[in-house]
């Protein structure tokens, strides 16, 4: 069924397993982020043979997809205060940043016969989430009065939304927090949690503070790069998944629409380049599956022209293949339209 996103259960696993083996040497847990592919089951399996020690999803209703699998499970997304039941229902784990949620976990938690751990999350500059260095102290203090929650670690989340990158001096910082809870609390804090993918080059370039004992991992197990720089990981496979859209419509045309230019159906007001007559595939896929820059097509010598809601334009005149209508196109995916293919519901997932 077209279009579709074919999935490779064995790349994932193997990806999976380089960095989980690479982990373990310098005693750091992974967790597989399972958000960028809606927590498939199937997917999160091949995590866990390669590796992975607990899920974590930002959305809880992810977590509870993969409520039949003995793992312990992490919510990323701070909790919504409406749905605290849900939380200490479908997680073991989830990352916090203010003193009231906290306190909902903590009900919600004693009526449901559970102790909830609680992971303090720490802004360290890249402001997203986190309480602020000179917060930390009353917090912990707020937190360790609760009963049905456990302060469980801290953790840190960087280059997502203010690009910042991990380092030895912010993450160093994180370790210092935790040592001074454990020191002037007397809590045994389990996890030190370090960040994304984004964070895996330290361990490579071994300048991961010793104090950081697990890591978040989303993008780098399905997509097989690190995420600070870029940079793919050395035998890691970078198309475990695989978007093919089939062509409804091949015709040669001008390059150039014919008529007065107004608006596009996005309201931007479109321009061309006459390059004169060309052969234009269109596929059925469009703008409400997936942003069109997002896509790369495996055959290098076609260009995407634009996008529409449903219909996705090439330029396949250079191609060295004979395209027809019915013929499948296939593409690389990036972060992004993995996010949204995956879940859009027009889009066939298929195990390959
Ligand atoms: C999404 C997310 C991750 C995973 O990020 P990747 O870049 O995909 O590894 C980790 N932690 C938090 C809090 C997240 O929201």
Not at 33 to 58: L, P, Q, R, W, Y
Not at 195 to 205: A, D
Request: glycine letters at 8%; aromatic letters at 6%; a negative charge.
């Amino acid at each position: 069924m077209f279009p579709r996103i074919l999935i490779d259960l064995k790349k994932i696993e193997e990806n999976t397993k380089i960095i989980a083996d690479n982990c373990k040497k310098y005693d750091v847990d992974i967790l597989g982020v399972t958000k960028s592919f809606c927590a498939i089951k199937e997917i999160a399996e091949a995590e866990m043979k390669g590796g992975v020690t607990m899920f974590a999803d930002a959305r809880i209703e992810n977590l509870a997809k993969l409520k039949d699998l003995n793992m312990p499970k992490m919510l990323l997304r701070l909790p919504m205060q409406s749905k605290v039941e849900e939380v200490v229902k479908y997680a073991d784990i989830s990352l916090n940043s203010e003193i009231e949620t906290i306190k909902l976990l903590s009900e919600a938690a004693i009526k449901q016969g559970k102790v909830h751990k609680v992971v303090l999350m720490n802004d360290l500059g890249d402001l997203r989430e986190g309480v602020l260095p000179q917060d930390v102290p009353n917090i912990v203090e707020e937190i360790l009065k609760l009963d049905g929650v456990e302060l469980y670690g801290v953790g840190v989340n960087l280059t997502c939304y203010g690009g910042i990158i991990p380092d030895e001096v912010n993450l160093g910082k994180l370790c210092d927090i935790a040592e001074k809870i454990r020191e002037e609390y007397s809590v045994d804090l389990k996890i030190v949690s370090g960040g994304n993918s984004s964070s895996y080059y330290l361990l490579e370039e071994e300048k991961l503070p010793k104090g950081i004992n697990n890591l978040r991992m989303g993008e780098i197990l399905v997509l097989g790069r690190e995420t600070a720089f870029g940079k793919p990981v050395h035998g890691m496979y970078e198309d475990a998944f695989i978007f093919e859209a089939e062509i409804i419509e091949l015709k040669e045309k001008a390059s150039v629409p014919t008529g007065t230019i107004g608006m596009d159906a996005f309201g931007n007001t479109p321009t061309f380049d006459d390059r004169g007559k060309r052969k234009r595939a269109i596929l059925g896929v469009g703008r409400q599956d997936v942003d069109p820059d997002n896509l790369v097509p495996l055959d290098e010598d076609i260009d995407t022209l634009g996008a529409s809601s449903d219909h996705l334009i090439m330029d396949v005149t250079d191609s060295k293949n004979d395209y027809k209508v019915g013929d499948i196109i296939r593409f690389k995916v990036d972060y992004g339209s993995l996010l949204t293919l995956m879940t859009s519901e027009y889009i066939s997932k298929e195990f390959k």
